[in-house]
């Protein structure tokens, strides 16, 4: 099984702050990550697919990258409605698995 | 549009049976990969299972596999977990998702959840 390791577990970030998550693979996934964003009370919402595809409808603040083992969701400068929470999630093997998530929150 | 509505969740006692349904609209859906995924209280997500458009190749996790049954209904756009052996720890949300694309794993579309509660 992958196990997928995100960091921080926690951001505290103000608006217009540049946020950068990390999500490390425990072997290769090659390009096969995607992100998620979800809110409280919320369905997660598809933000970056195979690592740096944006999904549609998504704003350009946000951006994927990596490959292999290691990847980024950045998001260039928070606006209000991006705290929330972020998880990761590879397709290379099943099982599908997800990333423990990472809440970004408002300093 | 697309949209996916659960349906189906309660609370049941440990050992106890329940079958999930997700009503599905807005898109051909006898073309896409479906899924169900759960989240348990304050934790993070989970995938549960996966069913192919045909219906020929399913796949579960581990943690489920042998109580839990996906199944679909193409003729009637509707997607189905069907669980077993209900445990405390298959107490969660439980959402049905769609592919981005036919068979790409990729989360895209997710309906509202269903809550599944298991305590005596």
């Known amino acids: 099984e992958v196990v997928l390791t995100q960091s921080p577990a926690t951001l505290s970030l103000s608006p217009g702050d540049r946020a950068t998550l990390s999500c490390k693979a425990s072997?290769?996934?090659?390009?096969?990550l995607a992100w998620y964003q979800q809110k409280p009370g919320q369905a997660p919402r598809l933000l970056v697919y195979d690592a740096s595809n944006r999904a549609t409808g998504i704003p350009a603040r946000f951006s994927g990258s990596g490959s292999g083992t290691d990847f980024t969701l950045t998001i260039s400068s928070l606006e209000p409605e991006d705290f929330a929470v972020y998880y990761c999630q590879q397709r290379s093997d099943w099982p599908l698995t997800f990333g423990g998530g990472t809440k970004v929150e408002i300093k | 549009e697309v949209q996916l509505v659960e349906s189906g969740g309660g609370l049941v006692k440990p050992g106890g049976s329940l079958r999930l349904s997700c009503a599905a609209s807005?898109?051909?859906?006898?073309?896409?990969?479906m899924n169900w995924v759960r989240q348990a209280p304050g934790a993070g997500l989970e995938w549960v299972a996966s069913i192919s458009s045909s219906s020929r190749q399913i796949y579960y996790s581990d943690s489920v596999k042998g109580r839990f049954t996906i199944s679909r209904d193409n003729a009637n756009n509707s997607l189905y977990l069907h669980m077993d052996t209900l445990r405390g720890e298959d107490t969660a949300v439980y959402y049905c998702a769609r592919d981005l694309q036919s068979s790409s794993s990729n989360f895209a579309y997710w309906g509202q959840g269903t809550p599944v509660t298991v305590s005596s």
């Open positions: 072997q290769s996934v090659s390009s096969f």
């Open positions: 807005g898109f051909t859906f006898s073309n896409y990969r």
